[in-house]
């Protein structure tokens, strides 16, 4: 991964951070806990303890509200994708790693997860065969699979969208020449996507 060039300078920015922090004023602090974000490195347990001890050391003898408010600002920057504060719904879960996932709850904690067909529920996915139809089911409160098309339905292929006939209201036609797919809202036909 190309972020991996970046290895030798953020040790370096470490390093410094280190030596820093032990005698570190309560602005700089804040800035050092806005860099140790920026880099990454909200989880280094090296790092944390020392910002941990300056802020001890610091708040002893704060004495402003300014002061006090740095201070917890750059415990606040540590803390931030540490413990992520997820139960309240405030916060997100860490996202690195996490491309194309969706977010989800079991009702206390949340999670990055993929979407599987049997989170569909609505859909009998016993009933689903290749090429089938979603045909709502109100015994089952149910969509199963049904091969035909729907005796309501009309679908009429054409090989260019000046050629679609009049329609009625939710027929579906195709056009050849551009794989569209077009239903007809009652006065119109209206492109409904390419396949």
Do not use: C
């Not at 860099?35 to 708040?59: D, F, G, H, P």
């Not at 309240?88 to 990055?112: A, H, R, V, Y």
């Not at 089911?137 to 098309?149: A, L, M, P, Q």
Request: aromatic content about 8%.
């Amino acid at each position: 991964m190309a972020d991996s060039l970046f290895d030798g300078n953020i040790q370096t920015i470490i390093n410094q951070l280190t030596s820093d922090i032990p005698s570190a004023t309560t602005a700089d602090l804040l800035v050092f806990a806005r860099m140790i974000k920026s880099i990454k490195q909200t989880e280094n347990i090296n790092l944390e303890s020392l910002l941990n001890s300056r802020v001890s050391t610091l708040l002893a003898s704060a004495s402003t509200v300014d002061e006090v408010s740095d201070l917890s600002n750059a415990v606040a920057k540590m803390l931030d994708i540490v413990t992520p504060d997820t139960t309240t719904g405030k916060e997100l879960p860490e996202q690195d790693g996490q491309t194309d996932k969706f977010l989800t709850t079991n009702g206390t904690n949340m999670s990055w997860d993929t979407l599987e067909f049997s989170d569909f529920r609505d859909i009998d996915h016993a009933t689903l065969s290749t090429n089938d139809f979603l045909v709502y089911d109100s015994t089952d409160n149910k969509y199963k699979g049904e091969i035909t098309i729907p005796s309501n339905v009309t679908t009429t292929v054409v090989s260019t969208q000046s050629n679609l006939p009049t329609g009625s209201f939710g027929d579906f036609a195709t056009t050849t020449d551009t794989n569209t797919i077009y239903y007809y809202n009652g006065s119109d036909w209206k492109e409904f996507g390419t396949f």
